[in-house]
Each structure stands twice: as C-alpha cells, then as structure tokens.
C-alpha cells in the first residue's frame, strides 16, 4: 500500500510471514489466554488461531523529494522456527525501487526480522549506495561481543556496517535523517529501539517499528511482549507514542500489524482502537 504524507509516499512492505511459532502465551506471558481471546472478534486478522498470532516481516519505503529511505530490511530466507521471509526485494522492484535506488538505510532496530537482507551471502552490501543509520544505543548492545553468542546474526548482517557509513543516532534526542524524516527514540523493545516520524505540507506519519507487537497493546500497553529488553521502558514508550497518534490526523505504521500495517488509532467504544486504511 502507497500512501502521501504531503510531498512524500510512504510504502508498506513485507517480507513474507506465516504463523508465529510462539503462542499468545509466549509472546504476552503476564496476560491469561482467557483476556487475549475476545479480542479476536476486534482484531481477527491479528489472529493466526485462538492461541497463535501471526508472523509478518513489515518494512517500510519512503520516497521524498531529496531521497529514497528503506526503514528496516527484512528477516531473508534464514529464520530458523519462524516462516520464511524473503519478499522485500521483489516487493520494493513492484514499487519500482532497485536496491540500488536506495539512498538511506536506517533501522529501528537490530532483531534479526529488521536487519536480515542487510548483506547478501558474499558479503556484498544489498543497498550498495546507501549510507546507514542506527541507534547508538543498539549498536553498543547488539555488536557487544560479550554477547556475540546471544546474537549471531549481528555479525553477518550488522557489524559490517561498521566499514561503510554509519551515522549512530545519539539517545534522547529526536534526529532529522533527511527532510521530512525524523529519527525519535522509543527505547524498551530493544535498548536503542526507534520510532519514525514522516511530516510533509502540513500531513504527518509514525512509524511505531515494533513498539507495538499486536494492535491489543493499544489499548493494553502495559501488556509484556516476551521480546521487550526493558519491559517498563516498552510500556512507557508505548503511552507516549499512543498520546501522539490517538484521535488525531495521523497515519501510523507498525512492523508486525497486518496488512495493509497503515491506519490511525482512534477512540471506539471508550477505548484506543487501530482502524486500518481500506
């Protein structure tokens, strides 16, 4: 799905998904299945099964006047127990935008789904002329050798990075990567997890990456993802990214949504519900 934020077209893409292979109990551990299970009647295609969410590797494309910005690059076809990904190349080429065209890598952050087609199995770079950014506070985490065994992906798909350019963005500041696209610090779900907003004439996008897992935390963000590093940052981050979207002119994007993963978070029924665009 294409979408204008003014001056610039905001894409959704995947990278392939399926069944998540962990259960509602593992991804949200605190919450009974018996609290999570009226809500597939909001939300049905949030809901793979009763007890499984769905897999979906969400990216992101942004064409502006000055560049062409890839957020994330996907999960590729190594993923282990989780379904294969892949797609992202073939579905920006159906938007028309080579790997080559990219000007503009950056990552909300380094799980492996985000980083995944970041180098090819020869080592060459995939976005051969971009430049890349990151968070600092992720870069330290993740390339951390003490932590090497934990992350294996990083070395393949990430710390090469360190020999072409790089821009770490600092913490607690918000950070213009190009016009129209600011960098906004979300920390919880990973240390230096990143949010994105896209303003154009006076129109405005957020780009929630993976603050939000399932459209449910809208309305119950202080609810645990298993994956979250800081479970109480990833909450506060939550309430404060819903207070810049709710009931208000703006389209929000998040990763693991279903498709389209664009729409606006509005109040229904005394609640903060995900509407997503038709």
Same mark, same amino acid.
């Given at each position: 799905?294409?979408?204008?934020?003014?001056?610039?077209?905001?894409?959704?893409?995947?990278?392939?998904?399926?069944?998540?292979? +962990?259960? +509602?109990?593992?991804?949200?551990?605190?919450?009974?299945?018996?609290?999570?299970?009226?809500?597939?009647?909001?939300?049905?295609?949030?809901?793979?099964?009763?007890?499984?969410?769905?897999?979906?590797?969400? @990216?992101?494309?942004?064409?502006?006047?000055?560049?062409?910005?890839?957020?994330?690059?996907?999960?590729? *076809?190594?993923?282990?127990?989780?379904?294969?990904?892949?797609?992202?190349?073939?579905?920006?080429? *159906?938007?028309?935008?080579?790997?080559?065209?990219?000007?503009?890598?950056?990552? *909300?952050?380094?799980?492996?789904?985000?980083?995944?087609?970041?180098?090819?199995?020869?080592?060459?770079?995939? +976005?051969?002329?971009?430049?890349?950014?990151? @968070?600092?506070?992720?870069?330290?985490?993740?390339?951390?050798?003490?932590?090497?065994?934990?992350?294996?992906?990083?070395?393949?798909?990430?710390?090469?990075?360190? @020999?072409?350019?790089?821009?770490?963005?600092?913490?607690?500041?918000?950070?213009?990567?190009?016009?129209?696209?600011?960098?906004?610090?979300?920390?919880?779900?990973?240390?230096?997890?990143?949010?994105?907003?896209?303003?154009?004439?006076?129109?405005?996008?957020?780009?929630?990456?993976?603050?939000?897992?399932?459209?449910?935390?809208?309305?119950?963000?202080?609810?645990?993802?298993?994956?979250? *590093?800081?479970?109480?940052?990833?909450?506060?981050?939550?309430?404060?990214?819903?207070?810049?979207?709710?009931?208000?002119?703006?389209?929000?994007?998040?990763?693991? +949504?279903?498709?389209? @993963?664009?729409?606006?978070?509005?109040?229904?029924?005394?609640?903060?519900?995900?509407?997503?665009?038709?």
């Amino acid at each position: 799905m294409i979408v204008r934020i003014g001056d610039i077209e905001l894409i959704s893409l995947s990278d392939g998904g399926g069944v998540f292979p +962990f259960g +509602f109990d593992g991804v949200f551990p605190d919450v009974p299945l018996a609290e999570i299970a009226p809500w597939r009647a909001v939300y049905p295609a949030a809901f793979a099964s009763e007890t499984h969410p769905p897999a979906r590797y969400g @990216a992101f494309a942004l064409r502006t006047p000055s560049a062409t910005v890839l957020v994330d690059t996907g999960f590729g *076809s190594e993923t282990g127990p989780f379904p294969p990904g892949g797609l992202l190349l073939g579905a920006l080429a *159906s938007h028309g935008i080579m790997a080559a065209d990219v000007d503009v890598v950056v990552f *909300s952050h380094l799980h492996p789904d985000h980083v995944g087609q970041t180098f090819a199995a020869d080592g060459e770079a995939v +976005f051969e002329h971009a430049r890349y950014a990151v @968070a600092a506070a992720d870069w330290r985490h993740f390339t951390d050798p003490t932590r090497a065994a934990d992350f294996p992906w990083i070395a393949g798909q990430v710390a090469p990075l360190a @020999a072409r350019e790089l821009h770490l963005l600092p913490a607690g500041a918000e950070h213009e990567l190009v016009e129209g696209v600011v960098a906004v610090p979300a920390p919880g779900h990973t240390p230096g997890h990143t949010a994105l907003v896209v303003r154009s004439c006076g129109a405005q996008a957020l780009l929630l990456a993976d603050a939000f897992f399932h459209p449910v935390q809208l309305a119950q963000p202080e609810w645990r993802n298993s994956a979250d *590093s800081d479970p109480a940052a990833a909450s506060a981050t939550r309430s404060a990214l819903l207070a810049r979207v709710l009931d208000l002119d703006v389209i929000v994007g998040a990763c693991h +949504f279903p498709e389209p @993963a664009l729409g606006r978070v509005a109040t229904v029924a005394g609640e903060p519900r995900w509407l997503p665009l038709a």
